[in-house]
Structures are given as structure tokens and as C-alpha cells.
């Protein structure tokens, strides 16, 4: 069964600072996507990552793949108020492309 | 374009009572899954249809739940008996087809937040 693991899990930026969100993978996969979350709200697709060493930037969010570490990174930079939200990474199974979501970063950004 | 769209948004219900969700995903988009959400986890994926024939339902909770796909388009799940540990997020996801790419992510709808008294 493919386990992925988020960490933190809870993140406490303050604005302006830079941080990291790391997704680790338990079997073999290239293929992982990035979503967001607000409260009471769907999810939102904001980066697919498809090979070893794709890096995908939008605004202040920047994620990355290392498929032969298993990991994946989600820097965000210079936070904002407007990125408080949960992030959740998933990873395509190989075998049967089923996506498995990790538990998600809740991420509060204060002034 | 339209996005997945789910109802209803919120249901209140008694234990063993029974419940249905109701989907219509994003225009021809071939693939069609439901999540459940527990509060505080990451979704969990009960069962992918592609077109109207099931993919995968090997986390559905077959006792109680059931789900269906008629003409490949418009899909209802439903639960009965509840029970209290059903109380969740169902969201409904959409894509092209089922084998994921940068084309294909899943689209998800706004979900019905359950809740069993």
C-alpha cells in the first residue's frame, strides 16, 4: 500500500519568511500533484509534477520531485496572508494510478 | 468551464438512517472517483468509475455503501445504514481518464460535509 507522509503538519509562518512543506512517498512514482485547500472548500489542483526533477513555480509556491528520494517540496516564499490554507501532496500508484493523499499541512500565516 | 458540481452541501442525519450524494462532473471527462474526508486526514479514495463501469472499489464499505454511474455521466452515492463513524467530507473528483499526467489532474467538487447524530 502506498503510504505518503507530509510534514509538518502544522506550519506557523510569519509574513515575509520562507518556508518549506516536504512529501515523502513509500513505492516507486513519478507522478505528484500539489493541491490547496481553503476551510470548507474543495480542493484545488495547483502543481502536477510528472518526472525526476520537475520544478514547477507559480507566485510565491515553487515544488519540486526527486522521484529516486521519494520526496517532494513545496517552498513557499515570502509568506502571505493569503496562502493560509491546507496543502495536501498525493502520489499516482504505479501499478493501478489510484492517487493517495497525504494528511496535509495546515499552514496559518501571521503578521 | 463548469466545475464538478455536488449536492447537497451539508446533511445532518441519525445513526442507521439512510443518505445519498449526488455528482455531475466537469463535461467529458471519462473518469469519476469519490473521496471520503475525515476531519484532520487526507481523503481516502472509495471508488473510480470510468464511464459508467467501476475501476476500483476496494475501500468501499460494501455493507453499507453503494454508488452508481448510470450513462456515464451524472453519479449518486449513497449510504445505509449510517453510522456514526461515517460522519465526513464526500467529495466527488472528475478527470480526462484515469491514468493521471499533467492533463489530468483530478477536479474535485465542493463536497458534503455528513455528519451522524
Known amino acids: 500500500e502506498l503510504k505518503v507522509e507530509q510534514n509538518p503538519l502544522f506550519l506557523s509562518m510569519q509574513e515575509g519568511k520562507n518556508y518549506t512543506i516536504y512529501c515523502n512517498y513509500s513505492?516507486?512514482?513519478?507522478?505528484l500533484y500539489w493541491y490547496r485547500q481553503d476551510p470548507g472548500k474543495s480542493l484545488e489542483s495547483l502543481f502536477v509534477?510528472?518526472?525526476?526533477?520537475a520544478v514547477k513555480q507559480e507566485g510565491r509556491l515553487m515544488a519540486s520531485l526527486d522521484t529516486k528520494a521519494r520526496l517532494s517540496t513545496l517552498h513557499i516564499t515570502a509568506a502571505v496572508h493569503d496562502l493560509s490554507a491546507t496543502y495536501f501532496c498525493?502520489?499516482?500508484?504505479?501499478?493501478?494510478?489510484?492517487?493517495?493523499f497525504g494528511a496535509g499541512t495546515t499552514v496559518t500565516v501571521r503578521a | 468551464e463548469a466545475g464538478v458540481a455536488q449536492s447537497p452541501r451539508y446533511k445532518i442525519i441519525e445513526k442507521r438512517q439512510s443518505v445519498a450524494f449526488w455528482c455531475n462532473p466537469i463535461?467529458?471527462?471519462?473518469?469519476l472517483y469519490w473521496y471520503q474526508q475525515i476531519l484532520g486526514q487526507g481523503p481516502k479514495l472509495l471508488i473510480q468509475?470510468?464511464?459508467?463501469?467501476?475501476?476500483?472499489d476496494s475501500q468501499l464499505p460494501k455493507d453499507r455503501f453503494s454508488a452508481e454511474r448510470l450513462k456515464g455521466v451524472d453519479s449518486t452515492l449513497k449510504i445505509q445504514p449510517a453510522k456514526l463513524e461515517d460522519s465526513a467530507v464526500y467529495l466527488c473528483?472528475?478527470?480526462?481518464?484515469?491514468?493521471?499526467?499533467?492533463?489530468?489532474?483530478?477536479?474535485f467538487g465542493d463536497g458534503t460535509r455528513l455528519s451522524i447524530l
Open positions: 468509475f470510468q464511464n459508467n463501469g467501476v475501476v476500483d
Open positions: 509534477l510528472l518526472s525526476n526533477g
Open positions: 463535461s467529458g471527462h471519462a473518469t
Open positions: 513505492t516507486t512514482s513519478d507522478r
Open positions: 498525493a502520489v499516482d500508484n504505479d501499478d493501478d494510478y489510484k492517487l493517495s
Open positions: 473528483a472528475s478527470s480526462l481518464n484515469w491514468r493521471g499526467g499533467d492533463n489530468q489532474p483530478q477536479h
